[in-house]
């Protein structure tokens, strides 16, 4: 038996000229996540991340919660998923078949619940048998991507592990409805609620998997309650 831990990334700068940067708090929940794992006990045989800043950003000062030389493998397979691209070339699309969709894009998406809005409709096309764009990275290649680095990394691993994966939301969701079984068109459920720093954890035994548990952030609650600040965000 050996455990994996997914790590959302810390608050980005959402609404600034670069988004993939990590907000100062998203800086501080990096770090409050290092400190939660070292007060935990969890001491990671490796980490993994993205090579988006963010995804680097916030493993690299979670680490230094930790032991020196946990070793920390950055590979793109572990990205988040091209909503930028998705929205270029599928959003032209989506909003043809949905008038209201089509009010939030023309006033534009200033608000993060109208992006999400958005986002979400535009997931769920691309993730289904209608979506036929070939100028984007489809959801065959993009799950079966996360699939083969997951399986790659457990191969690798081996037994009685404790691993590390510092990512994002759309591939986390995709981790876990894979680990469950379920269907790209289920798997946004689990997208759209994954906190900043929020933790998952799955458990494998050779290339079988299970999850423990999925998104929690009780511990930024409770750090959030003592410090009499909220740190507990989505975006």
């Not at 000229?17 to 998203?26: A, C, I, M, R, T």
């Not at 590979?75 to 070339?89: G, K, S, V």
């Not at 535009?122 to 036929?132: H, L, M």
């Amino acid at each position: 038996m050996a455990t994996i831990y997914l790590f959302r990334h810390g608050q980005a700068s959402f609404g600034s000229d670069d988004y993939d940067k990590l907000s100062p708090l998203g800086e501080r929940q990096a770090t409050l996540l290092g400190h939660y794992l070292r007060d935990s006990g969890v001491v990671l045989d490796a980490a993994y991340s993205g090579d988006l800043l963010r995804q680097r950003e916030t493993a690299r000062l979670a680490l230094a919660g930790q032991p020196a030389g946990v070793p920390h493998q950055v590979d793109p397979r572990f990205n988040e998923i091209d909503n930028d691209e998705q929205l270029r070339y599928l959003l032209p699309e989506v909003v043809k078949a949905d008038p209201a969709l089509r009010e939030l894009v023309d006033r534009g998406l200033s608000s993060s619940k109208d992006y999400q809005k958005v986002i979400d409709a535009v997931f769920n096309y691309w993730v289904s048998p209608q979506c036929k764009e070939t100028r984007i990275q489809s959801w065959a290649d993009y799950s079966g991507q996360v699939s083969a680095a997951l399986q790659e990394l457990m191969a690798t691993q081996g037994s009685g592990k404790t691993l590390g994966i510092f990512t994002s939301g759309g591939t986390i969701a995709t981790m876990v409805a894979q680990v469950l079984g379920l269907s790209g068109e289920q798997t946004y459920q689990f997208y759209e609620p994954i906190f900043n720093c929020s933790v998952t954890q799955i458990f494998y035994n050779g290339r079988k998997t299970s999850l423990s548990y999925f998104n929690d952030r009780s511990w930024l609650q409770l750090q959030g309650a003592k410090a009499a600040e909220n740190l507990v965000t989505y975006r």
